[in-house]
Each structure stands twice: as C-alpha cells, then as structure tokens.
C-alpha cells in the first residue's frame, strides 16, 4: 500500500476513532505536505528508514523557508503517523524524527530607569489614569500584558 493511501486511513481513524478537532487533522495534513514536498521520492512505507528523518530535516532547512520551530512542528505531525504505520505493522523498526534543539530567547525587560518613569508618571485625563492604573498593576503585581488584557476580557 502506498503511503499517500495510509496516511488517509490514518486521517481517518483519526477523525472518527480518535475525535480529534479539524485543526489537529489541519496539522497532520501539512506536516505530511511538508514531508512529501521534501521527500517526494518516498512513497512506500519500505522508503523510510533511519536516515528518512535527517533527509526530511535538511530539506526543510536547505528550503530557506522553513525555521527551526516550524520545523520541529512538522516533525511532531509527521511522527505521529510514523508511530502509527510502526503499529500498523506497515513499518518493521519504530522510526522517530528527533527534533531540533531551539534557541531561548529571553525577552527584553526594563531597566530601573524606565521603571522610575512609568511610576513617576502623572496622568492627565481620565483614559491615561486607567492605562495607568494598568502598567501600575502589571509592574507591581508582575503580571504578562496577555494575562491582564484577559481579565479584563472576563470582566466585561
């Protein structure tokens, strides 16, 4: 059987065995895109092997399009279905892509000064006290913006 027809089945038996959402299946369906684009010469389950993952990850790579966590995204989708040909049994020796590893990056904070500012500051109307009121919260509670802005959200 040909692996465009397994992943079917497997979008299948995802959809009505599985209940997963639209969105899930939406992501299987371009992490298998993304996999046929790269490697369209593999088409039978007996075209995997070990070095399948490496080939599939320098191809993303060598596109120039693709980055590191789109990349390690794909691989999650794609080794989904891997797991499932392996215990299909359409696939010998259980076969997993290893991710990437990902750069932190730490986002930029304020320093005392700026801080100092935004207390010191002395609002002059009535949507500057609330916007205010809100950095104030933020800064002396250690709140996210995102995590605020939700609270507000719940309140209204």
């Known amino acids: 059987m040909l692996l465009n027809e397994l ?41 995997i092997t070990a070095d399948t993952g490496l080939r599939f990850i320098t191809g993303l790579r060598e596109s120039g399009t693709v980055g590191t966590v789109t990349t390690n995204t794909y691989i999650r989708g794609v080794n989904v279905f891997l797991s499932w040909l392996h215990r299909k049994g359409a696939l010998s020796t259980r076969i997993a892509i290893k991710q990437l590893r990902v750069a932190r990056v730490i986002p930029p904070v304020l320093d005392d000064k700026a801080v100092a500012r935004l207390i010191g500051y002395k609002p002059k109307c009535l949507s500057q006290r609330r916007v205010h009121a809100i950095v104030m919260t933020i800064i002396d509670a250690g709140f996210r913006v995102n995590e605020v802005n939700h609270a507000a959200a719940r309140l209204c």
Not at 7 to 27: A, G, H, K, S
Not at 33 to 39: E, G, I, K, M, P
């Open 7 to 47: 992943f079917e089945q497997f979008i299948r038996e995802r959809t009505y065995l599985d209940n997963v959402t639209p969105r899930t299946i939406r992501f299987f369906r371009q992490s298998w895109s993304a996999f046929q684009r790269t490697l369209p010469d593999v088409i039978e389950p007996e075209g």
